[in-house]
């Protein structure tokens, strides 16, 4: 088996070399959130800590965890550890309730990022030559943006189409000989159900690269069966950098971490690290961000790691495929959403009590959202018409909020289920 | 000059119209007129009963999002074309028209139509100048 290695002196250092590499980070960038963002500095003064006091990867469970809440309570700057003038780039995602969680790259950021998506477009042996079909969105998301600097520095050719519009992926997947295409999961199968649909041929598609949201052995099965592809999964979250902070090589054996920028640890419910092997929250520390770097990041996916030794050669520990979620956070088309998103939405629509229920589904491969809401006395009316618009308020007001298309469903009074008092907010009907 | 029309809204599912006419027949209501509007999703009943009051209270009581809304009840003579002379006078004076549909019995040998319009103060002015009858609330009683 053929395995491209963009950067063998970092990806394929020995362990004990990798740690002292940490170690040294780990001092830096303890150093450079306490003398920078004030609330790094109140959390560690508050537990006594002193940047002195962290002189590895060993003194790690010292450091107070960071939630995606602080983001939030720190928007839209607050926790950047560099001047706002030495940011030259910012991308958002869906907070938790109405603004969003905000990141922000330097110039050096920047260059790191594309150079870890250039080791993850290599891990998919995708470099110069290839022809890159970019379908994530482009955007605040950082998606597309992402895998776009990731191939070019590869010296790939990037086709920036961003998602969506079907026939026009496949018109141009065609003409152009696409090689290796980047989507969601979901997205893949659906472009592979229209091929099949329109007798479309794709010869020259040899891998897929993706990521975005949780899938499966099954799914990645099924998508490289259909496309005869190396169906490859990639792992990233904006507060942490973007895609590209994990990603698998040819051997499909979890995703190498990039260890000399990322510090990854296992939580368990007790909040105490758990030893490699043992499922719990995958939590980030960054080593060598400048614009936003981040201690502890509970990202709340959960998974499994491993240090054992790669095929590939590459000596980065591997994530497992992500399990579930420790909160209630849904992924919709790739787009994080929570419910008190949805929550937050509703109550900027007059008149609405927030008796909803959300209902999502995976039609014809695509997910689905349904919200559905009660329609309150007070909003009655004897039109249809002003029940239709009342039904697009609601929906633009959750497109404003949670960044993702729903379709509103008004419903009787009293009529969605209710469990001890507590309505039940979510019902996900997908079949991973 | 109007008459009280209640609007309640239903879901598009089976049982849905059922439970609701079930309610209002336990309670003795008589349905004098029905009307319902559709989408996909959901359905508004509209209909006209004698005690409307009594009605809302007891729909609200059941837990449905009930409105009552100002609508005209036109008495139009049972011929071709008397319906559009009525509508003709709306239009002319710029009222526009929401919905219509027809009581169940007859007022005399004339029909009777029940109208929403936007603006139904200056409907009834119109109407009345060019003859038409209307019946109120309390007419209905009669019936």
Known sequence: ?432 | MFVKQISVFLENKSGSLAGFTKQLGEHGFDLMSLSIADTTDFGILRCIVADYERAKAILTEAGYSVKVTDVLAVSVADHPGALAEVLSALSNNDIGLEYLYSFFRNHGDHALIIIRVDQPEKAVNVLESEGVKMLSQEDLQAI
């Open chain 1, 1 to 432: 088996m053929k395995h491209m290695i963009w950067n063998p002196t970092m990806e394929c250092m020995p362990r004990e070399q990798l740690r002292a590499f940490q170690d040294s980070r780990l001092r830096d960038i303890v150093r450079r959130v306490y003398e920078n963002v004030p609330f790094y500095r109140h959390k560690m003064q508050e537990l006594g800590l002193t940047p002195g006091d962290i002189h590895g990867v060993d003194d790690i469970e010292l450091l107070p965890f960071t939630e995606k809440q602080d983001l939030r309570d720190n928007y839209p700057f607050s926790l950047f550890a560099v001047p706002t003038s030495e940011i030259v780039r910012v991308h958002a995602s869906s907070g938790t309730t109405g603004k969003p969680t905000v990141v922000g790259y330097t110039s050096g950021d920047i260059d790191r990022w594309a150079e870890l998506m250039a080791r993850s477009m290599y891990c998919a042996n995708v470099g110069k030559g290839d022809i890159v079909q970019v379908a994530y969105g482009y955007g605040l998301f950082t998606g597309g943006l992402g895998a776009h600097y990731g191939a070019e520095r590869v010296g790939a050719m990037v086709v920036p189409i961003s998602g969506g519009n079907t026939t026009r992926q496949l018109m141009l997947m065609q003409d152009f000989g696409t090689t290796a295409l980047m989507c969601t999961p979901s997205y893949a199968l659906n472009l592979a159900e229209a091929m099949e649909r329109e007798g479309v041929k794709v010869p020259k598609l040899k891998c897929g690269i993706f990521g975005a949201e949780p899938w499966t052995e099954s799914m990645r099965k099924q998508i490289e069966e259909v496309l005869h592809i190396d169906a490859m999964n990639v792992y990233g979250l904006s507060e942490v950098m973007g895609p590209g902070v994990s990603m698998e090589c040819m051997c499909k054996q979890g995703m190498h971490i990039w260890e000399d920028h990322f510090l990854p640890e296992i939580i368990g419910p007790d909040n105490k690290g758990l030893p490699y092997g043992q499922q719990g929250d995958l939590t980030f520390t960054t080593l060598s961000k400048h614009g936003m770097p981040l201690l502890r990041y509970r990202t709340h996916d959960l998974c499994t790691l491993t240090d054992k030794p790669c095929d590939c050669g590459r000596t980065h520990v591997r994530m497992g495929r992500i399990m579930g979620r420790t909160d209630d956070m849904l992924i919709i088309r790739g787009v994080n959403v929570f419910p008190s998103q949805v929550e937050h939405a509703l109550l900027q629509v007059k008149g609405i009590v927030p008796q909803y229920q959300i209902v999502v589904e995976r039609k014809n491969l695509l997910d689905t959202m349904e919200v559905q809401v009660e329609l309150s006395p007070d909003n009655m009316s004897d039109t249809v018409r002003d029940l239709e618009t009342l039904e697009r308020s609601i929906a633009n007001s959750i497109a404003a909020h949670a960044l993702v298309h729903a379709k509103v469903k008004l419903c009787q009074p009293g009529s969605l289920p209710r469990s001890e008092g507590k309505a039940k907010r979510v019902v996900d009907n997908r079949k991973l």
